[in-house]
């Protein structure tokens, strides 16, 4: 890592679009962290069921999967913060859906599963705007310092969502749906004040070729095939914050108070990260610091399938909080950086469905396992999963493993006659 300034760390800040921006992020993440609380505790009260929690990461990533390459498509061919601002929107309507179920006394689940389809849909034209519209939010060299603040925000978000989620729930599920719904309403408000640069677009029509045009780019890269693909099968098998309420309620014996603290403690590990990373950005021994990232999140899973300790449970999720911190940022960059502005929100989209896929679908596999194999065991097998993973994208993508620099640090050493950068 290459030390940064605090002023240079924080100075991004002034850019009145990113700040807003970061803000309405912020906010929204913070919103779903709170339901997300509420959601899984409701429904394991009512059904008890280890598939259910499982199925409400596939409810999300169904339609995720079927919109996603349309969405990158818009990303790109439409205004980036106006897809986000309804997106935004779409679950401001979610949140308040769900409020009005809980008031009228939720007796089945299968309407918060409906809703988290609609909130799947919102969340997958979502994803490729967010990730593609930051680079057009600051000047390029502002660029990996703005990823790692927006990355500590988000993270900060997910550290006091799950708190205040349980802490409200305490007072019934309606409060935590009411503050959500009041939080992305600001959070709407905020990014519709922001006014990104103008962004390469194109005009052509939404055509099976254009669709997967971000897909042939990954395909052409193996860099970034290689960076993505490996987030998606280790997370897919590590997706253990999936069965939080089911470890909190049966192995660790806390309440909902408990499950909050559960939840944040990733969220911690990943914000605090992110700050180190804003102030030591990673510049060196890139491909080793993403696979130990992988590897310390594999580790982490195996000690929270072990324990039956909330100690050493909330330590083993603050590192695996870590070690994903790592690998996002890293892939991050590496996917920016070498996509063209003008298929950004394509590529974005793929980058998109790997992260979708290892996130929701991989909560539906540990529920799947959870169901067949018993919780501790589930666990303990994604985690072992996870560091095969790890070790075998090692050999198949040596390259990758072994990478020192970033490719766009590389041609700017070249472009300065092999100075350092």
């Known amino acids: 890592m290459t030390p940064t300034s605090g002023s240079n760390a924080f100075g991004v800040l002034r850019h009145r679009n990113f700040a807003f921006y970061l803000s309405a992020r912020v906010l929204g993440t913070l919103a779903v962290q709170m339901q997300s609380v509420a959601i899984g505790w409701q429904v394991y009260q009512l059904t008890g069921s280890l598939f259910d929690l499982g199925l409400i990461g596939l409810a999300q990533f169904a339609p995720f999967l079927l919109l996603i390459l349309l969405a990158g498509h818009a990303a790109d061919r439409y205004n980036r913060r106006t897809i986000i601002s309804l997106c935004l929107g779409a679950q401001l309507l979610c949140a308040g859906a769900l409020l009005a179920f809980t008031v009228a006394g939720l007796g089945v689940v299968w309407p ?80 519709r004040m922001t006014h990104a640069a103008p962004q390469a677009s194109h005009r052509e029509p939404a055509t099976w070729h254009t669709l997967l045009e971000g897909l042939r780019f990954v395909w052409s890269k193996p860099v970034v095939l290689g960076a993505i693909s490996l987030d998606l099968f280790a997370v897919l098998f590590g997706g253990a914050t999936a069965l939080l309420p089911a ?48 590897a310390l999140f594999g580790l982490g899973t195996l000690a929270l399938g072990a324990t039956t300790s909330l100690v050493v449970a909330l330590v083993a999720l603050f590192l695996m909080g870590m070690g994903d911190m790592v690998s996002v940022y890293i892939r991050h960059l590496l996917v920016q950086f070498e996509t063209p502005d003008a298929i950004r929100g394509r590529v974005s989209a793929v980058n998109a469905v790997f992260i979708g ?32 993973v790890t070790a075998t994208w090692a050999l198949g993508f040596p390259v990758l493993a072994r990478m020192d620099r970033f490719p766009h640090h590389e041609k700017e050493r070249a472009a300065s006659g092999g100075k350092a950068a």
């Open 247 to 294: 470890l909190a309620h049966d192995v660790l014996h806390v309440g909902p108070t408990g499950l909050g603290l559960l939840r944040t403690a990733p969220g911690a590990g990943a914000a605090l990260c992110s700050v180190a990373l804003a102030f030591f950005p990673i510049t060196r021994r890139v491909g080793p610091w993403m696979f130990g990232g992988v």
């Open 357 to 388: 896929a290892s996130n929701e679908l991989g909560e539906f596999e540990s529920g799947l396992t959870a169901g067949w194999f018993g919780l501790v065991r589930a666990i303990l097998f994604g985690g072992a999963a996870t560091v095969v």
């Open 112 to 191: 918060v599963f409906v809703v988290l389809v609609l909130f799947g849909g919102a969340r997958a034209f979502m994803m490729p705007a967010t990730q593609a519209v930051l680079v057009n939010m600051v000047p390029t060299e502002s660029f990996s310092r703005a990823v790692a603040l927006s990355s500590s925000g988000s993270h900060l978000a997910v550290i006091l969502g799950p708190i205040l989620g349980g802490l409200l729930y305490l007072a019934g599920p309606v409060a935590v749906y009411v503050v959500a719904a009041l939080l992305l309403a600001v959070s709407v408000l905020l990014m």
